[in-house]
């Protein structure tokens, strides 16, 4: 086996996706896999492209995202690494329907789409696992709609903070910000101007403290209840 495809199958290892797979198989996976590299802001994919494949982000980060022909962009989610991108439009075998771009210098994994199609005839483990990650996806479209649509601010960003503060390591009390301020803000359906200022007021109520990309939650449980008042 060479060095490359090694590497490719501890990649692959890494993702939620693959990584419950016997050796012998994503080996097979690795063999046909790609790496790539895009220069922060460089498309990755457009919207209305054909799929070609899924992709595994190696190192850097991603963003999905809707622009409206005035230019207005809208994030619809922040794709980092270990994570996979392109899984509904290459399941549906429909055009992409939003575009995806490197956030900052990004490496990729490129998994072509007829070795995705093969796994789906042959690895339940496989299909039970890309099931699950649509179903988190679609519940997690349907909780953007509801803060988008029914939440204030307050909310919308404490939400965000406690979705962090829970996926850290050991729910380590002090968080990093994933992305630029103007990409969160988008992300939450604000402005920078509205995010910096809840911000602001989160912290004047003693229920954060910000420096710079560092956010330290200091009392959780009374930021939940702003989350969900």
Same mark, same amino acid.
């Given at each position: 086996?060479?060095?490359?495809?090694?590497?490719?199958?501890?990649?692959? *290892? /890494? %993702?939620?996706?693959?990584?419950? @797979?016997?050796?012998?198989?994503?080996?097979?996976?690795?063999?046909?896999?790609?790496? +790539? +590299?895009?220069? /922060?802001?460089?498309?990755?994919?457009?919207?209305?492209?054909?799929?070609?494949?899924?992709?595994?982000?190696?190192?850097?980060? !991603?963003?999905?995202?809707?622009?409206? =022909?005035?230019?207005?962009? *809208?994030?619809?989610?922040?794709?980092?690494?270990?994570?996979?991108?392109?899984?509904?439009?290459?399941?549906?075998?429909?055009?992409?329907?939003?575009?995806?771009?490197?956030?900052?210098? %990004?490496?990729?994994?490129?998994?072509?789409?007829?070795?995705? #199609?093969?796994?789906?005839?042959?690895?339940?483990?496989?299909?039970?696992?890309?099931?699950?990650?649509?179903?988190? /996806? %679609?519940?997690?479209?349907?909780?953007?709609?509801?803060?988008?649509?029914? *939440?204030?601010? @307050?909310?919308?960003?404490?939400?965000?903070?406690?979705?962090?503060?829970?996926?850290?390591?050991?729910? #380590?009390? =002090?968080?990093?910000?994933?992305?630029?301020?103007?990409?969160?803000a988008s992300?939450?359906?604000?402005?920078?101007?509205?995010?910096?200022? =809840? !911000?602001?007021?989160?912290?004047?109520?003693?229920?954060?403290?910000? +420096?710079?990309?560092?956010?330290?939650?200091?009392?959780?449980?009374r930021l /939940?209840?702003?989350?969900?008042?």
């Amino acid at each position: 086996m060479s060095s490359e495809a090694a590497r490719h199958i501890a990649l692959l *290892k /890494r %993702t939620f996706l693959f990584g419950a @797979l016997p050796d012998a198989l994503l080996a097979e996976i690795a063999a046909g896999a790609r790496e +790539r +590299r895009y220069a /922060r802001g460089e498309l990755v994919f457009q919207k209305g492209d054909r799929s070609t494949g899924l992709f595994v982000v190696v190192a850097g980060k !991603l963003k999905e995202a809707c622009q409206s =022909t005035e230019g207005a962009e *809208k994030i619809i989610e922040i794709i980092g690494p270990d994570q996979t991108c392109g899984e509904a439009a290459l399941l549906l075998d429909c055009p992409q329907p939003f575009f995806a771009a490197a956030l900052v210098g %990004t490496q990729l994994l490129h998994v072509d789409r007829q070795v995705v #199609h093969a796994l789906v005839g042959r690895a339940p483990r496989f299909v039970e696992r890309l099931l699950l990650r649509l179903s988190g /996806r %679609t519940v997690d479209i349907i909780r953007d709609i509801e803060a988008y649509s029914l *939440k204030n601010p @307050l909310q919308r960003v404490a939400g965000f903070l406690l979705d962090l503060h829970e996926s850290a390591a050991g729910g #380590h009390p =002090t968080v990093t910000l994933p992305a630029a301020k103007g990409v969160i803000a988008s992300r939450l359906n604000m402005t920078p101007e509205a995010l910096s200022r =809840t !911000l602001r007021d989160l912290a004047d109520a003693r229920l954060i403290d910000v +420096r710079g990309s560092r956010v330290a939650l200091l009392d959780p449980p009374r930021l /939940r209840d702003f989350a969900t008042a």
